[in-house]
């Protein structure tokens, strides 16, 4: 009997993950251990250099056909322009895309959302690249790059940001995946881009960094009747209630919605904020503009514009990612909202960021969710978040830190 001293559930679960997560860091990666990146045996080795781990070739050397996919498929760019090919994508994405743990919830990317996301300024159209079956043509996996200056300390480095690989669920275990994501690396070299940055929820070789999402509840009733969390010990659902009650309306003076004539005074504003952490986003303008401003179900942007001065000293967004939530014969949809990127340098950030909850309980999100990375620390406590179960690893392709970053150096936030 060896499991009987520990009687908790939560303390078990918690050991339970904690061995799997060291199993996965035993366990081979017959794919990643031939990638140009950090290495789990390398993990502490203080001498290897910061930087490409790889050199970039010349451009005649890069494959100039595609890899071989199993004889019943075939390579299809997805033409996001094309609303009957952005709806193939959308359906992938909303029958097999990421599941929480329990099966309970699975994102549900809008259409609108993909487009946002899969078509900046500068984006390469042969980087949305899907599988389909060679017979009937129905669209089977899917990955995508869109190109960004990410900077590392000191250096800004052109990037591909990787998002949206999923492998029908039929098709799983077929080690398609690695095809893919060595199509997609072939296309981006094409474009003379060698590093890449990307996000999971599982362990690979090697996290640059490990965060943890945190939720703060807006309909507790929905979030308790669907599942997505619990009644807390000694708690009524009236309690519960007016626990994560709300104002009816933003409190901070010259609070208000992101226009386009504000480009320019957010993005400096960004651009100072984010000078401070150690990988971040560079933004420019044209990114500002594409990224920030609000576009209806997709992100959302508010600033406050001093009523004084008119100067804008503070900024919060969030982006709207609805989960569709498997069998439940009440509900369809979890709405949620994500932090994206948030300045205060007048108000305090617990004022701004509760001025946030109160906008996306105003649109109607169920739940309003955040990374621990950049500030964000500061407010998540105090403004009723709790920790989720999941964790989300940061990713580099060919490039090397020193050592993992703290959630709070990383000044980055993927779709
Ligand atoms: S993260 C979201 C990923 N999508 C989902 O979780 C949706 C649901 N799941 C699926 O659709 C499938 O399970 C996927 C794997 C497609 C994920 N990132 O084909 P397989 C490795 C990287 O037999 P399947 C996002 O979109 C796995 O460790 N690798 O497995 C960012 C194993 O390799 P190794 C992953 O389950 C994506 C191999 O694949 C992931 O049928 C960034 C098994 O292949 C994962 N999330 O399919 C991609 N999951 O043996 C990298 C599993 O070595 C980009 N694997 O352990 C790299 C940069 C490229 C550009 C570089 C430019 C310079």
Known sequence: EVNTLVGDDAAMESIARRFQDSISVEKPHKFWETQPVGQFKDIGDTSLP????????????????PYNLPAAYEWTTCDMKSDYVCSEVYNLLRNNYVEDDENMFRFNYSKEFLTWALRPPGYYPS??????????????AFISGVPARIRVRDDVVKMAEINFLCVHKKLRSKRLAPVMIKEVTRRVHLENIWQAAYTAGVVLPTPVATCQYWHRTLNPKKLIDVGFSRLGARMTMSRTIKLYKLQDAP??????????????????????????????????????EHWLLPREDVVDSYLVESPETHDVTDF??????????????????????????????????LQLMNDALIVAKQKGFDVFNALDVMHNESFLKE?????????????????????????????????
């Not at 910061?50 to 056909?65: H, Y």
């Not at 010259?254 to 560079?282: H, I, N």
């Open 50 to 65: 910061e930087g490409p781990i790889e050199a970039a070739t010349p451009l005649s050397e890069v494959k100039q056909e």
């Open 127 to 140: 980087w949305h690249i899907g599988v389909r079956a060679k017979t009937s043509k129905k669209l089977v």
């Open 251 to 288: 409190v901070t003076p010259g609070f208000r919605k992101m226009e386009p004539c504000d480009v320019p005074a957010v993005t400096r504003l960004l651009r100072s904020y984010l000078s401070q952490f150690l990988v971040a986003t560079d933004f420019d303008e044209n990114d500002v």
């Open 316 to 349: 919060c967004s969030f982006y709207t990612l609805p989960s569709t939530i498997l069998g439940n014969p009440n509900y369809t949809t979890l709405k949620a909202a994500y932090s994206y990127y948030n300045v205060a340098t007048k108000t305090t950030f």
């Open 383 to 415: 403004l009723k978040f709790g920790p989720g179960d999941g964790q989300l690893h940061y990713y580099l392709y060919n490039y090397r830190l020193r050592s993992a970053l703290k959630p709070s150096e990383l000044g980055l936030v993927l779709l």
